[in-house]
């Protein structure tokens, strides 16, 4: 019943949105729809259904992870949001006063595409058919690609299309990938029967799967998904999609929806583990995660957009995930713990980034200067979250990057240690220049710092998400501990 809803509600309600006129009623339920959808979420924690067999819904350890992240950031960007779609309304009414054509269709295609891209979420965070996680994912880039566009802006037009190309890409990938997977099962069920592509159907059979076609269908998979997530080289189009987003997009986009992606990924490693192929899996892991943070290393420094900073920075981290996943033991935990750090500063700083492009009126990082003189509160924040995105103690975000280089250490990998280190240090260098700029100095003469209703409410998003990721670092809570165990061990970690 409560998973029914949590994959039904969100649609309806962005259907519903569609609909609606008042702009009021509209706001009204997206931030309705946000509240239950957590409500729900945590009933799910709460009374987790079993799952097993064939059946195309449930909620397991690593769906359940990465929908509470979902929902947790749904809810902060929809309160951030409701600044956001004021002062939108503002300026568009402010420019149909000077004679500009004035509609209220943004909006609602903004409230209502929102909607549609938490449920194409939800629906991949409890897909179990793999099949079907395909087309959940593939959902995700459809409804999100409206808001990409949301400014309606000759750049903002470039990243849309950039990102429908190169995604579409990617899912084909995975599409193919999904083939190759119904080929290694077709004669691994009982009597040479196909098995179905059932995630509890295919670790049962997997010791019978034909391991050619497994591997094929996980290279694939990986590229495909991979893309979607942002692992380099696949990354380009996530760099133009977060600079040219509205900054709530970018925090879903960067702190959810990559995740789900990493979720497809996920679901083919553990096939792959349970068929004995692990350490062929592992090893292109590993791979993969070290050639994401060194791509995201080379453009960080010197970097010029701090949008695109923070682009890079989750090219980054998921690069990292990866490696984790990759490096096993301790690694997975980590990984799973790393999850859930990322999201809440990656979403955190995209929030306070939009804070800051809205009075500075500009993304390049040698004209932002002052912040913490001119906006205390959000320069507060915005050095907050460089502490957080860098691994900084006593931020969450430290322990669980020490658990992946303690990871490899107990594998005797130091190659793959001392690799990660220099590499997590130049990317600290490249952040804490371009943080530390923006913050201090000088604020420009003439800026005319926008005394705006919704900018303490703005505020009020980033600075829980971030108190959340001081709290996951100075203390964490037995329960999450032991749901952080049980997904490691899903992952074939420790």
Known sequence: MITGTLLILPWLAGLLAFALRPAGLRRALLVGTALAHLGLTGSLWCRRPSVGGTGWFGPDGPG???LGITSGLFLAASVYALGYLAREARVTHRDFEEGFLFQNEPERVFVGCLLCFLGAMTLVCLSRELGLLWVAVEATTLASAPLIYFHRHH?????????????????????????????AAARAGSNGQ??????????????????????????????????KMGLAPMHTWLPDAHSESPSVVSALLSGAVLNCAFLGILRAYQVCAAAGQGEFARELLILFGLLSMGVA??????????KRLLAYSSVEHMGILALG???????????????????????????????????????????V??????????????TAGLLAVTGT???GSFHSELLILKAALDGHQGWIAGLYLALLGLIFVGMATAFLRMAQG?????LEVQRLQYLGLAQAPPAVLLLLVLALGVHLPEGLRLWLQEVAHAWGGA
Not at 442 to 446: A, E, L, M, V
């Open 64 to 66: 359940l992870l990465f």
């Open 155 to 183: 750049r903002s037009l470039e990243a849309t299309w950039k990102y429908l190309l190169v995604c579409s890409v990617g899912i084909a990938l995975a599409l193919l990938g999904n083939f190759f997977l119904g080929m």
């Open 194 to 227: 196909p098995v179905p592509l059932s995630l509890d159907a295919l670790l049962v059979a997997a010791p019978g799967l034909q391991m050619p076609w497994l591997k094929a269908a996980f290279i694939l998979l990986l590229i495909g998904y991979g893309t």
């Open 297 to 306: 290393a080379v453009f960080i420094l010197g970097q010029t957009d701090y």
């Open 325 to 367: 996943v990759g490096l096993g033991g301790a690694g997975a935990f980590g990984s799973a713990w790393h999850a859930i750090n990322h999201s809440l500063t990656k979403a955190a700083l995209f929030l306070v980034a939009g804070n800051i492009l809205t009075v500075y009126q500009t993304k390049s990082i040698h004209d």
């Open 369 to 382: 200067r002052g912040v913490s003189h001119a906006l205390p509160w959000t320069g507060a924040l915005w």
């Open 393 to 395: 103690p006593p931020f």
């Open 442 to 446: 000088r604020t420009p003469g003439g």
